[in-house]
């Protein structure tokens, strides 16, 4: 579910708003967000007796501190002038933010420009166990007080005078260095984080934080210095592209015997994700820095030197990313050869596997861990089948098993999906899919 921030967001981008003002009584964007608000806005105002519909929706957008303008299609302006601090208390934020897994990202940003950070527990896809000690923990050493309320999931941290400090994270966790990283900026003296995660998402978070006058050494490495600063300013930043969607391209079109040109795909940013594709038989042209893949009607699995079977496995940066081991597997199910795909760091993640046997993939789930794929090299089609989407990178693993399998299939939870891939069904129907969104 996304918040509701990026809720009315969506309804004022998808009507071209960029001011309150431009919010008319009676428009299609009014009667929008009347129906988003309809549960909370009190029966009185909606009638008009206690007071007015439209001035408390934009009341309430004021106190969200909705500050949105649209410079292109692809293009927003963002601007934190007032942040509410009291609506991080309120139930509405806390329920919302309970089943958003970035919603932590909040808490860094926070600690570091005001002080203090509250939050439910963050919620997020079913694929395993998913703590956040190390964020934290790296919070508590740069000063911060961290309480948390099991009974009700309910965390806070207060920092007022955060200081620097020397810091050996447990686990090189993504998510956990940068919202230290975000907080560690503005915090007195040097900080030293050292087993930080060096992902291209966060090098581009530091170096977009130095462009904002931030002072960071070390980025791309894991071990990372920073130097407290006073005040951030502004800045203009253009996000990478995500590299979890160029491979399930790359799958996508070896099942489906596609050629598909991926365009700016920054390949010097991709680590070992071609690589590790070519080594499943998938050919892989690059173009400046576009890649394209050519239609085969066979692709082969690499076997080691000793004519061992070929084993996939996830790893931290610069290792091949764990998101796209979802990926590799459905992909190999039509190669020529065998695989094992060893997911090491969530121990759910697998398990979608058994919808894909029921389309009549070979794959022995060896354990939660591991899975050995045996390739039909086409011989054998897919079957359509009706299936449930548990997390993102699985259901377009499915959906990708969908688009190359025999007959109709049915993927339930979709939602799940349109989380990490932007209008994937009008884009997959521009390359020539058949694919129907049922409400």
């Known amino acids: 579910m996304i918040s509701e921030a990026d809720t009315i967001l969506k309804i004022l981008q ?25 549960d909370e806005m009190p029966y009185g105002v909606q009638k008009a007796r206690t007071g007015m519909p439209d ?35 309120k139930d509405k934020f806390l329920t919302k933010a309970a089943t958003l897994r970035g919603s932590i990202m909040l808490l860094g940003p926070l600690l570091g420009r005001f002080g203090i950070g509250k939050m439910s527990r963050p919620g997020g896809d079913k694929i395993g166990r998913r703590r956040v000690d190390t964020h934290f923990s790296g919070f508590e050493k740069l000063g911060a007080t961290f309480n948390y309320d099991e009974n009700a999931g309910f965390y806070s941290v207060i920092g007022k005078h955060l200081k620097g400090t020397y810091m050996h994270l447990d686990e090189a966790s993504v998510t956990g260095t ?19 995660a060096c992902e291209p998402y966060v090098q581009q978070l530091c170096n977009m934080l130095v462009r904002m006058g931030a ?48 365009k700016n795909v920054r390949i010097d940013q991709l680590g070992l994700i071609p690589y590790t594709f070519r080594k499943l038989g998938i050919e892989l042209i690059f173009k400046e820095d576009d890649i394209f893949i050519p239609a085969q009607d066979h692709y082969e699995i690499d076997s080691y030197i000793d004519g061992s079977i070929l084993t996939v496995s996830d790893a931290i940066w610069p290792g091949f990313t764990p998101d796209l081991l979802s990926i590799v597997l459905v992909t190999a199910t039509q190669a020529k050869g065998t695989v094992l795909i060893h997911q090491k760091m969530f121990e759910s993640r697998l398990f979608f596997v058994d919808k894909l046997i029921d389309m009549g993939a070979q794959i022995i789930l060896c354990d939660p861990h591991r899975a050995t794929v045996i390739g039909l090299d086409r011989k054998v089609a897919l079957k359509s089948l009706e299936m449930t989407s548990p997390d993102i990178r699985a259901g377009v693993a499915l959906l990708i098993a969908a688009l190359s399998a025999q007959g109709v299939s049915t993927i339930h939870n979709i939602e799940q999906i349109d ?8 884009r997959l129907n521009q390359l020539g899919a058949k694919i129907t969104r049922k409400e």
């Not at 989380?419 to 009008?426: A, K, N, S, T, V």
């Open 14 to 38: 998808s009507n071209g708003i960029t001011d309150l003002d431009e919010i008319e009584y009676g428009s299609q964007c009014y009667d929008e967000l009347m129906d988003y608000y309809a």
């Open 55 to 89: 001035e408390w929706i934009i009341d309430r957008l004021i106190d969200l501190g909705v500050e949105v303008e649209k410079t292109n299609s692809n293009a927003f302006k963002f601007t934190a002038r007032n942040v509410d601090l009291d609506y991080l208390e």
């Open 178 to 196: 940068a919202n230290l990283v975000m907080a560690a900026v503005m915090a007195k003296g040097e900080t030293v984080i050292y087993n930080a």
């Open 215 to 262: 002072v960071i050494e070390g980025i791309g490495s894991n071990l990372i210095k920073i130097q407290g600063v006073d005040s951030l300013r502004g800045t203009e930043h253009t996000l990478l592209p995500d590299m979890i969607e160029i491979g399930s391209f790359i799958g996508l079109a070896a099942m489906t015997q596609s050629e598909i040109t991926i």
């Open 419 to 426: 989380r990490g891939y932007q209008l994937i069904d009008e």
